[in-house]
Each structure stands twice: as structure tokens, then as C-alpha cells.
């Protein structure tokens, strides 16, 4: 989903993340959040990319959005 | 132009900065994330293919700047786990007063990552010495035909190698390059080369993924996504030249 919004001058600051899902299936993501990025990867698991970029350093209210799993070491993004 | 005075120059911008985004995103560099982004209204640019066209071309997008405000929030995600805090647009040196006040509010610990169009003046680049760790500099167009045909710019080509090779003396540089359709050999090319001959161990992230939003359907070529083809086309270039790809 291609967000198209129009910034207004007052609009607050608030998270965003853009899909844009391709026919083929294809799935593009600009200003991924560490919890969207949890959502993709569990919809594909063996994309790397996306597996890559998976954090456990979110906050309490994301987590609660996250698979237990999620929360584990193994999970932990390494250091590059 | 003096836009104290309120004359407005081509980014249109005003006296004062707006952040339209300030969020812990992962879809950076891999050694970059998570960083806290933020995100400033107003670019200098005109690319078609603007991901946030919406915002970037409207300096008035977004809430007005409290550089205290939105330290306080880089600190708190850093403090929950953020490796950098990274000022972005836009296009972030039309701000530089702002985010240089956003650079003096965060502690000396904090790594720093200035996301640019590496266009930028030389008085510009001069104000940000030794502000920033990491300089993320997007080398957008092998040339300047492209670069006035899709951004609408002049003398692209100069101004951005002068700047890459100023940043590269003075912080950690990382090129990127979107990949996009129809301009691997126009584009990536010649921008592949350059950096081999110029920087060889230079990081270098090519982007993939190009997004056919904003006006880039004014342009034939960037009415969709970039091809296999192209894709292919490009990482064979950047294996020819032996670059420092990065994820």
C-alpha cells in the first residue's frame, strides 16, 4: 500500500512505515520500524533481507505486538 | 537569498526547520541500525522518483523543530537501543543551522549519521566539519544530463564528487546508489567507475528495490519497478570494479 497522504503544516510527527505491494508479490518497504519489519519477515521467514533487520531493541508496547520467538537471543541483530 | 528576510530560493524553504518523521527505523545500512531518524522538511532537489516527494518538496510539512525536544527523543532511543541517530530529509543541509542545533543538544557519545544528497555548497560542508560520523551520501546520477532531466539540477556531477571527496577525509562515508530502470549504464555505470578509480575500499551500497511513486511517471523508463535484467546488470558492474558492496 503506497501511503499518498498530503503533510498538512499542523500534522504531527507520527511513525510511519510505506508498503508498496507489487503484482507479482513483491513487497517494497520505506522508513521500515523495527515492529513492521517483525510483521514481514514473519509473512515470509526465509527472506534474509528482512531477517537481517530484526531487532529485539523495541519497546514494551511493540513487543507486546511481536511472537514471543521474537524476544529471543537468537533474534538479536549482529553487530557488522 | 536571505530567508530571514523571507526570500524563498528553489528548496522554498523559510527560517525555520520542520521534521516530518522521527523514528526508530531498521531499513538502513546494516551497520547504521536501528537509527533514530529525523526527518527534516525541504530538499534542494527536484527528483521525480522522491520517495517522500509529499514532504521533501514542502518545506512546511511536519511539525516545527525543537531541536531539545527531539534530542531528548534520540536519547531515549539510543538509551532503548538505537546504535546511531541519523539527520535525514529531505534534504538535510538546507536546515543547517537546525540540525546543527540537534548535533550540540545530543551527548558526545551519540554516533552521528548525516544523510545526504551530497549537493551541497562548500560553506555548507565547511560548517558540518567534523559533526558527523558517518556521512551516508547518495550518488544519485552518472551524469549530467540525467541528473537535470530527473532532478532537475545543474552541475550535478562536480558538486557531488567534490563533496564525496571532502567526506571521505573527514568521516566515515558510505555512497549509495538507487538502482534504477533504464539508467544502469548511464548511470551506475559511470558512478561505479568513478568510485573504483576514486575510492576503492570505499563502502558503497547499491539499492535495489526502486519505488515508481511520486512524478516518476513523467519519465517512461521509471513507470515501474527496476527489471531482473537491470538488477543483474547492476551487481555485474559492481563486481567488474571490484567495489565494497554493502547491505
Given at each position: ?5 498530503v503533510?498538512?503544516a499542523?500534522?504531527q ?5 510505506e508498503?508498496l505491494?507489487?503484482?507479482d508479490g ?13 510483521v ?14 530484526i ?15 521474537w524476544?529471543?537471543?537468537?533474534h538479536k541483530?549482529s553487530?557488522? | ?14 527560517a ?9 527505523e ?13 526527518a527534516l522538511s525541504?530538499?534542494d532537489?527536484?527528483?521525480s522518483?522522491c ?8 518545506p512546511?510539512?511536519g ?16 538509551a532503548?537501543?538505537a546504535r ?45 566539519d567534523?559533526?558527523?560520523d558517518v ?19 545543474p ?7 567534490e ?40 563502502k558503497?551500497?547499491?539499492?535495489s528495490g526502486?519505488?515508481?511513486g ?15 535484467l537491470d538488477?543483474d546488470?547492476a551487481?555485474?558492474?559492481a563486481?567488474?570494479?571490484?567495489l565494497?558492496l554493502?547491505?
Amino acid at each position: 500500500m503506497n501511503s499518498k497522504k498530503v503533510m498538512s503544516a499542523k500534522q504531527q510527527v507520527e511513525l510511519t512505515t510505506e508498503l508498496l505491494i507489487m503484482p507479482d508479490g513483491k513487497v517494497l518497504a520505506h522508513n521500515l520500524t523495527p515492529a513492521m519489519a517483525a510483521v514481514l519477515s514473519e509473512l515470509n521467514p526465509t527472506d534474509e533481507a528482512i531477517k537481517q533487520r530484526i531487532i529485539t531493541h523495541v519497546g514494551s508496547e511493540t513487543k507486546k505486538l511481536l511472537p514471543e520467538h521474537w524476544h529471543s537471543p537468537a533474534h538479536k541483530i549482529s553487530d557488522q | 537569498m536571505n530567508r530571514l528576510a523571507g526570500e524563498l530560493g528553489l528548496c522554498r524553504a523559510g527560517a525555520e526547520a520542520r521534521v516530518f518523521s522521527a523514528q526508530v527505523e531498521v531499513s538502513d545500512e546494516l551497520e547504521l541500525i536501528p537509527t533514530f531518524a529525523i526527518a527534516l522538511s525541504g530538499c534542494d532537489l527536484r527528483c521525480s522518483f522522491c520517495i517522500t516527494g509529499a514532504s521533501s518538496w514542502n518545506p512546511r510539512a511536519g511539525e516545527i523543530l525543537d531541536a531539545t525536544a527531539f534530542a531528548a527523543k534520540a536519547e531515549a532511543a539510543l538509551a532503548g537501543g538505537a546504535r546511531t541517530v541519523m539527520i535525514l530529509g529531505g534534504e538535510p543541509t538546507i536546515h543547517l543551522p537546525a540540525a546543527l542545533e540537534i548535533v550540540a543538544a545530543l551527548p558526545d557519545t551519540a554516533k552521528l549519521v548525516w544523510k545526504t544528497n551530497a549537493h551541497g555548497s562548500a560553506q555548507a560542508r565547511e560548517l558540518l566539519d567534523g559533526m558527523f560520523d558517518v556521512w551516508l551520501a547518495d550518488y544519485k546520477f552518472g551524469n549530467d544530463s540525467c541528473a537535470q532531466r530527473l532532478a532537475g539540477i545543474p552541475d550535478y556531477t562536480n558538486t557531488v564528487q567534490e563533496n564525496l571527496r571532502w567526506a571521505s577525509q573527514q568521516s566515515d562515508l558510505i555512497v549509495r546508489h538507487l538502482v534504477m530502470p533504464g539508467h544502469i549504464d548511464c548511470c551506475w555505470k559511470p558512478v561505479a567507475v568513478w568510485l573504483a578509480n576514486e575510492f576503492p575500499q570505499i563502502k558503497v551500497n547499491l539499492r535495489s528495490g526502486f519505488w515508481p511513486g511520486w512524478k516518476s511517471a513523467k519519465h517512461a523508463e521509471l513507470r515501474g519497478t527496476t527489471s531482473q535484467l537491470d538488477s543483474d546488470r547492476a551487481w555485474e558492474i559492481a563486481r567488474e570494479h571490484e567495489l565494497h558492496l554493502i547491505e
